[in-house]
């Protein structure tokens, strides 16, 4: 006989045989449940399920409790979500894994790489351009100039060398277009809403992108006669092919973004005009003016900018060098500038940098090419003054610097050594130092003092209603492409929020990390990365051709097939992991003692039990007892001591009926099938 | 003339079997004699074992205590010579018979009174004369349940559950096609310092037999288990003579007492895990499987041992059973307070002058039992709590001590009557550590199977484990409550429910020594060695060089005759100087 009762404010209908969670789920009220499975007896352990019952003092387990017909049930009071929310903490106090690999971990824009990667390795390269697009567009580009932070997280490195993750996602976009089976961006239907982006960049990009597949109608506009900001105007050619990058931009046309170019905002357009016209405005101007050194001199001829000099390049322009060029300043500008110059037929090209090359922020392998061209670099030098003749530079000071004590960003501080100079003839300097926002057009009021863009860091709003900033424009500054577009990918997110009406903040999610030693990987057999081929330094010194001619189909997927992933295999189905994020969990006040057991237990000849990441629901032991009628594991010792095991001796074990339903039934990725790990190791 | 050894396992420790041997030696020696040497179980005055009852010609009690291997020659000569004048210096003095006196006494009427391993002594003294009357006169089940309702039985083990509605529960509960339902004793007594469910079963075993018939009788069980633990071997040994001695007596078996009603019992030995003492933990042990709590409900009553009927009371609860069937509920309920009536038996110990088994009535308090009976604290020191309940209980303070001993009434402080340990404190007893010592238990005594008591109190002792080593940090306090609160609300069963109240009892009535150890790192009662100093006040120190001699690590120095000092850099704080010095000028701080 079927009786009423509620939960939480929900009437319900439930019949004799009903439990409050199988009540639940029938009327789409989900309660946690990490132990609760169908297939077997109701056993109680997780304590996630409880509810709380008017008249009832007791929390209940909804997994076993019967209701009662008028019962009223509540499953979110403040005392079920403290009780619930410690068991959680609880959990993932002793929970040891990865839940995540740290190479996505240390992607701005989280890309999954170890998915992209794995699926490079099997050869499903559509699938794997797929998987980037989740994070961003533009793999192809991105993969060729990022400077990878996702490299540098690379546990493979304690091995030998990182995974080659950047460039694997440029290959895999270029190989599916070289198949005639490009990318084709799918959308949500059309939402009516419009959103302006100011900024054809990789931001603005990115979040048109986004906002196109959310549905929203969205035009870029942007004073440059192409799009693609930076990666066009200050990437030069040799390391990114303008073709690839109109290839790239061009699915993101055909997806329905509109792209104005050649207006620029103040002038051509009106900022206000745009924000009454559109739903939503987000302003990506990037970060477009070089900095100045504030030494004497600056203003002479032949004193340029380097990201205007780029910006020239990048317009078609050749502009034309003297013999004798320096550089000043450390980063991936720096060398863009330096490797251009010797392109252009500079004799000698030097880099001035005021601290050492560890210190140097380019990347290392844009370093080892420029020394490669001829470039020369001068450390330890700061630029003091630049005079001339006639008003054209013909050479500059230095002052001759020592590191000292570290500073705020954790490098030594370069100080002066005192009245030790040093003098170098120079025809041309390109100021590398760094760029900075210029938002001539935008509403003063939305600005900070340093002229960059105020918005908050969470949802990506200014102060404006339904004026949104992003990339190198707002508070943080210039960065990196990826940051920009990790940037974007979130404004897109909290716009589209914005246009459905609620705001959410971007989060970060809460994952399980763990640290590793070198000593974990000793016994991998050594697998140097793919070389890819590519022209010689002599064969690039005078041309813009690009230098490497990318990974076959055989070299990229050995290359994939060095991964080591890291990250858990059953991240998707973790029940675990999506609750730890739905209580927003904190662990890190129960911190204690932490299990790490040295060896994964191979339990059977099919299955490997991870009792780090096993939170001891006992659905394995009871799936394998109650469904399968076999005993083969079972639980050990006691208290926080206790963990599943085999019920038999080792030599036994082929007692286990390889029928995998435990690997199914476990709520994490504590239980897993062998060959997933063969491959592995 | 009878001699009667005390021998349970209290007596046997503290050399009784030696005495009985040397007894024995001596009588035989004698040719013929008119002396009796027997043995009987403990009578719970564990501060004067071992000892020995002399009973002369005219049944009168001489009761000989601390009686040593080497006394046996004088006890004979005074039994065989009739000159009993010769014991008077063995003979318990007015003040200790206190003890007893005060007492009364219905679970343990017959422990230390009757040779246990004698089924004719237990018959004697009125045994199985309840089941023999409820057989012959044919009482139904619920005449029976009746008159344990009108005594008012509650639950002996901890929880004071009314027996008399389990008992009801289980009679109307359907059997399945087996027609079988259970009866089962928990005798799995795990609480540290509670040790009367072993006295009884060690001094009067068929008291526990007959207490289970009647149990089997009213719920309609034939068969019954009693769960004793492994530790208990002397236990198991009395009880395993008891069953045989009763069945070939016929109180056990097919149609006892030649009525239709048939009862085996069998014991079951536990493997030592605490949480079996858990009633279903235990039926999934006596089931072959891991100790481990199911959830409830179904309760035992419907789906017990098997998933069948089974009915579950503690040893002192079928204890009380046959004297309520021979007196009467009401006689029974006549003792005690509203809600909790009879008697309750208490293991007192800890800083105590006269420390052992307790059985008082319900509504004493628990001032009358700790000074009156106990003896107050020992070496003059000051009372500073008492806990009640082991581990799953808490600590009442000195400003409670006129609280009456009542189920409610004890739950109101926090503490709980659980199975009746008493373990007094003085001023030199940390809380915190006392707190610490009970959560290492429960920690170590988790089944493993619930999130919150598993990795909930492993987590409470780490931070306790802090807090006592001087690492305490602001908020420490706050987390224990959250985690207690928690874990009272998410365990699975009793054991991780209650692991939380020595703790919230600590917080609860000594939130100023757990602040004192985490914002000054300072143990007030100068307990925890992280955070004391020993020191030789040189004003009093002779210069005896008394504690130079028992310190381990040779940290004090000092010219005999002159004051003599500690480094405190060599020191580990065994506290060794402070026992040995006789002037008090050993400080700690």
């Known amino acids: 006989m079927s009786f009423v009762y509620t939960i939480d404010g929900v009437e319900v209908v439930a019949e004799p045989t009903d439990t409050i969670l199988s009540s639940a789920t029938k009327a789409g009220i989900e309660i946690p449940t990490l132990c609760f499975d169908e297939r077997t007896a109701i056993y109680g352990a997780c304590g996630v399920c409880l509810v709380e019952v008017e008249g009832v003092p007791k929390l209940l387990r909804a997994c076993s409790a019967r209701p009662q017909e008028g019962y009223v049930v509540h499953t979110n009071t403040p005392r079920v979500e403290r009780a619930r929310k410690t068991a959680f903490e609880l959990l993932l106090s002793d929970h040891t894994g990865d839940c995540r690999g740290p190479c996505k971990l240390n992607c701005p824009a989280m890309t999954d790489c170890q998915k992209y990667v794995g699926e490079i390795r099997e050869g499903r390269f559509k699938d794997a351009v797929s998987t980037v697009y989740e994070a961003f567009p533009l793999p192809a580009s991105i993969g060729r100039v990022c400077p990878h932070p996702c490299e540098d997280a690379c546990r493979r490195k304690m091995v030998e060398e990182p995974i080659s993750i950047a460039f694997l996602k440029a290959f895999a976009a270029d190989k599916i277009e070289a198949d005639g089976d490009p990318y084709v961006v799918e959308c949500e239907p059309s939402t009516g809403k419009h959103v302006a982006i100011i900024g054809g960049g990789p931001a603005g990009l990115t979040a048109a992108y986004f906002l196109r597949r959310y549905g929203h109608e969205v035009t870029i506009y942007d004073q440059q006669p192409k799009m693609g900001g930076m990666l066009r105007y200050g990437i030069p050619e040799y390391r990114l092919p303008k073709a690839v990058l109109d290839r790239e931009i061009a699915i993101i046309a055909n997806a329905g973004v509109k792209m104005v170019n050649g207006v620029k905002l103040g002038k051509d357009i009106d900022f206000d005009e745009l924000r009454t016209q559109n739903d939503a405005v987000l302003l990506a101007l990037g970060a477009w003016t070089s900095m100045n050194m504030h030494v004497p001199g600056e203003d002479l001829e032949g004193v340029h900018g380097g990201i205007d000099f780029l910006e020239r390049l990048g317009l078609g322009e050749r502009p034309t060098l003297g013999k004798r060029v320096a550089v000043c300043g450390g980063g991936n500008t720096a060398m863009d500038c330096c490797r251009t110059a010797v392109r252009l037929g500079a004799e000698e090209v030097y880099v001035v940098y005021r601290r050492t090359r560890n210190e140097m922020p380019a990347a290392d392998i844009e370093i080892e090419e420029a020394e490669e061209e001829g470039v020369t670099f001068k450390f330890l030098t700061n630029p003091i003054e630049f005079y001339g003749k006639d008003g054209h530079v013909t050479g500059m000071k230095l002052q001759v610097m020592e590191l000292g004590e570290p500073d705020a960003s954790g490098r030594r501080r370069p100080v002066p050594v005192e009245g030790k100079t040093e003098d170098i003839p120079i025809d041309d300097v390109l100021m590398a130092i760094g760029q900075r926002a210029n938002c001539e057009g935008v509403a003063s009021e939305i600005l900070t003092q340093r002229g960059t863009i105020a918005c908050d860091e969470m949802t990506f709003r200014t102060s404006m209603d339904n004026v949104f900033a992003a990339g190198d424009v707002t508070n943080r500054g210039a960065g990196i492409a990826i940051e920009a577009i990790a940037e974007a990918q979130k404004a897109a997110l909290c716009i589209n929020n914005y246009l459905e009406g609620d705001e959410v903040r971007a989060k970060v999610p809460y994952f399980v990390k763990r640290d590793v030693t070198p000593e974990e990987f000793e016994d991998r057999p050594k697998q140097k990365r793919e070389r890819m081929p590519g022209l010689t330094p002599e064969e690039r010194r005078n041309n813009f051709m690009p230098i490497y001619f990318g990974f076959t189909d055989e070299q990229a997927q050995r290359e994939a097939s060095r991964c080591l992933e890291c990250g858990c295999h059953d991240y998707y189905d973790c029940r675990l992991i999506r609750f730890a994020n739905w209580f927003d969990v904190d662990p890190s006040k129960f911190a204690g003692e932490m299990h790490e057991r040295e060896d994964k237990d191979v339990v059977s000849e099919v299955i490997i039990h991870d009792p780090d990441k096993c939170v001891l629901c006992g659905l394995c032991y009871r799936v394998c007892d109650q469904e399968v009628g076999k005993t083969f594991l079972g639980l050990y010792n006691r208290g926080f001591s206790t963990e599943v095991n085999p019920m038999v001796p080792k030599e036994a074990r082929s007692f286990c009926a390889g029928c995998l339903k435990c690997v199914e039934a476990c709520p994490t990725g504590a239980m897993r099938s062998f060959p997933a790990v063969q491959r592995r190791r | ?589």
């Not at chain 2, 040397?22 to 000892?51: H, K, S, W, Y």
């Not at chain 2, 230390?112 to 139904?140: C, F, M, Q, T, W």
């Not at chain 2, 492994?230 to 097919?254: F, N």
């Open chain 2, 1 to 589: 003339m009878r001699i009667v050894v005390g021998e349970g396992s209290c007596g046997l420790a503290a050399g009784a079997g030696a005495v009985h041997k040397r007894l024995e030696a001596l009588l035989g020696e004698q040719d013929q004699t008119n002396v009796e040497l027997g043995i009987t179980g403990c009578n719970g005055m564990c501060f004067l074992e071992p000892i020995v009852d002399v009973y002369d010609d005219g049944g009168e009690l001489h009761r000989l205590v601390k009686v040593h291997e080497k006394d046996a020659d004088v006890i004979v000569k005074a039994a065989t010579t009739g000159d009993l004048a010769l014991l008077d210096d063995l003979t318990i003095s007015a003040e200790d018979e206190k003890f007893l006196t005060q007492q009364t006494r219905v679970a343990l009427r017959d422990c230390g009174v009757i040779d246990p391993e004698n089924i004719d002594d237990y018959i004697a003294h009125g045994g199985y004369k309840a089941i023999s009357k409820i057989l012959r006169e044919g009482l139904s089940q619920e005449e029976v349940i009746n008159q344990i309702d009108i005594a008012g039985l509650r639950g002996r083990g901890g929880a004071g559950f009314s027996t008399a509605f389990k008992w009801r529960a289980a009679r109307d509960a359907k059997p399945d096609e087996t027609g079988k339902k259970y009866l089962i004793c928990n005798a799995d007594e795990g609480d540290p310092g509670a040790f009367m469910d072993r006295a009884v079963i060690e001094g009067d075993p068929h008291t526990l037999i007959e207490g289970m018939l009647i149990g089997a009788y009213c719920i309609g069980a034939s068969e019954g288990i009693v769960y004793v633990r492994a530790e208990y071997p002397l236990a198991i040994v009395r009880l395993r003579k008891a069953i045989k001695d009763a069945t070939s007596r016929g109180y056990l078996g097919d149609n006892i007492l030649g009525s239709d009603f048939s009862c085996t019992l069998r014991i079951k030995a536990g493997a030592g895990a605490f949480v079996c003492g858990e009633e279903t933990a235990l039926i999934e042990s006596l089931e072959g499987k891991r100790g481990m709590p199911r959830l409830k409900p179904p309760f035992p009553a419907q789906a017990g041992y098997w998933l069948r009927p089974s009915n579950i009371n503690n040893v002192e609860t079928y204890a009380n059973v046959a004297w309520i069937i021979n007196n009467g509920g009401e006689a029974f309920a006549a003792m005690g307070t509203k809600d909790s009536k009879g008697t309750k038996v208490f293991a007192l110990t800890g800083k105590i002058v006269r420390g052992g088994l307790v059985e008082i009535p319900m509504g004493k308090t628990l001032r009358e039992v700790i000074f009156d009976i106990g003896g107050g604290i020992r070496g003059g020191k000051e009372f500073k709590a008492v806990q009640l309940g082991g581990p799953s209980g808490g600590c009442v303070p000195a400003s409670k001590l006129d609280t009456v001993i009542d189920y409610g009434e004890l739950a109101a402080t926090g503490a709980i009557m659980g199975s009746g340990g008493m373990v007094v404190m003085d001023e030199t007893t940390c809380m915190v550590g006392m707190a610490r010592f009970f959560l290492d238990f429960t920690a170590k005594e988790s089944c493993g199977k619930c999130v919150h008591c598993r990795l909930g109190t492993k987590r409470m002792l780490e931070i306790l484990d802090r807090i006592v080593a001087g690492k305490g940090e602001e908020g420490d306090i706050e987390k224990l409550e959250d985690l207690c609160y928690a874990i009272k609300d998410g365990a699975l069963c009793g054991l991780g429910q209650t692991a939380p109240n020595p703790v919230l009892t600590t917080i609860r009535y000594f939130r100023d020594e757990l602040e004192a150890h985490i914002d000054k790192h300072r143990c007030p009662a100068g307990e925890c060695r992280e955070l004391i100093t020993y020191s030789i006040d040189a004003d009093t120190c002779v210069g005896c060089t008394a504690c130079a001699r028992q310190c381990p690590v040779q940290a004090i120095s000092g010219e005999r005759r002159s004051p003599h000092k500690i480094d405190p850099t060599l020191c580990i704080k065994c506290g060794n100087c402070m026992t040995a010095c006789r002037f008090g000028a050993v400080k700690v701080q």
